[in-house]
Structures are given as structure tokens and as C-alpha cells.
């Protein structure tokens, strides 16, 4: 049958504002998580990753947190600037399945000036 | 260089007519995949292949196929059982260290 798509739950943020993008992953067996970064009119770009023996990651202005008992993530972008402005998609993958990457629906962040 | 690509960027199809989407890689990796991405939605797996010769249904595969005759190459066929194929369809590959992407195909049903 025909799907139904669901359109993107949107952040909005003032420009050197602190962001916080959540993410509820589905399998508990899943042991390597990644956010990617999707510009308009581009392919996703990865961000960051973390793996399950982990529960926090910090790169460049970005920090992943991981809680496996709720089965959340997120991604905390510091000083948000124009140029993070784009979707932001969770991915999880595990040997449980097939080492298939399992994507999130994604959010959509808008930093205001 | 070693990459992915995707060809043509840009497709024009009339209602009826199969096409197919080019997707080829030269990073020796074996697993291969196809998306689709609508606007204001997330990635949607339509077809994986984890090695040559062998490929298995995401989940949105009806009126998609594909196939695997080599390990550079994943060809996606958009059939004319596809009721809404206009969207924007991204082929990567990688291991779950690092997914590579290409740089998309955008399919529009005239």
C-alpha cells in the first residue's frame, strides 16, 4: 500500500544558542550509533559516532550522548552558527541485524541570526 | 581518486517508463545501498546488497529492482509499478566504520 510520510520535527535556535538534537533508537542490540548532517540539496555528511561501550563523545563543537537503558541519543552542537542549519539524522547498526543501517526520521535545525 | 558516484544528478521521466539510476564505487567495500528521500522526510531503505550476487528488499522495495553483477556497481531500475517515485534517491556504501555517500540522483515524473 501507499506510505504516509511523516514530515520532520523542526529546532529552532538563536544563533550562538547551545543545540540539543534527540534521537529514540529502536533496537536494543544495536551497538554503533552515528548522527550525520544533511545539507539542502546534499548527501549526509557525518558528524560523529559513538559505539555502545561509551555513553559520551565530544568532537569539535559537538558532543553525542548515548543513555542505552532509554535508548536515546542525542547530539549537542555548542554555539550554534548560521552554517549548522540542515537536517540532522541518528543512524544505529548492530550485528543483530545484519549490520544494516537503521535510520532516524531526522530533525531539521534552523539558527536564527 | 577512490569515490562514489551517482548518474545522471537530474531525471526526467514520463509516467509509465522504467529507469535506472547508476551507482558505481571504486572503494572496494563490499555492501552497497539504495535510499529515498522525500522532501521534509528521513532516509528510507529501498534496496541492500552486502556482497556481489546478492541483494535483499529494504523497506519501501515495491516497484524497485536492482541487481549486483559486480562489486563497483549497484544499478537501481525505478519501475513503472512505482506509484510516486519523484524524490531524491542517495546510493552509499561503506562498513559501519564509515558510510560513504553518493551524490544523489533527483527523479522527477513528469
Known amino acids: 500500500g501507499e506510505s504516509v510520510g511523516l514530515h520532520l520535527p523542526t529546532l529552532s535556535v538563536q544563533e550562538g544558542d547551545n543545540s540539543i538534537i534527540n534521537c529514540a533508537y529502536s533496537?536494543?542490540?544495536?551497538?554503533?550509533f552515528i548522527w550525520y548532517k544533511q545539507e539542502s540539496g546534499k548527501g549526509p555528511q557525518f558528524i560523529i559516532d559513538?559505539?555502545?561501550n561509551m555513553d559520551k563523545r565530544q568532537g569539535q563543537r559537538v558532543t553525542v550522548l548515548l543513555n542505552k537503558t532509554v535508548k536515546h541519543l542525542s547530539l549537542q552542537i555548542a554555539a550554534t552558527q548560521p552554517g549548522d542549519s540542515a537536517v540532522y539524522f541518528c543512524a544505529e547498526t548492530g550485528a543483530g541485524n545484519n549490520r544494516k543501517l537503521i535510520w532516524g526520521l531526522g530533525t531539521s535545525l534552523a539558527v536564527n541570526p | 581518486d577512490g569515490g562514489i558516484t551517482q548518474s545522471p544528478k537530474y531525471l526526467f521521466r514520463k509516467e509509465g517508463q522504467n529507469v535506472t539510476l547508476s551507482c558505481e564505487q571504486n572503494l572496494n567495500h563490499d555492501a552497497m545501498y539504495w535510499y529515498r528521500q522525500d522532501p521534509g522526510q528521513g532516509l528510507r531503505l529501498i534496496y541492500y546488497?552486502?556482497?556481489?550476487?546478492?541483494?535483499q528488499k529494504g523497506d519501501i522495495a515495491e516497484g524497485y529492482s536492482v541487481s549486483r553483477e559486480k562489486k563497483e556497481s549497484f544499478p537501481l531500475t525505478v519501475t513503472s509499478a512505482q506509484k510516486n517515485p519523484t524524490a531524491f534517491y542517495l546510493c552509499?556504501?561503506?562498513?559501519?566504520?564509515?558510510?560513504?555517500f553518493g551524490p544523489g540522483t533527483r527523479l522527477t515524473v513528469l
Open positions: 559513538i559505539r555502545s
Open positions: 552509499t556504501t561503506g562498513n559501519m566504520d564509515e558510510q560513504f
Open positions: 533496537n536494543s542490540a544495536s551497538d554503533y
Open positions: 546488497s552486502q556482497i556481489v550476487n546478492d541483494f
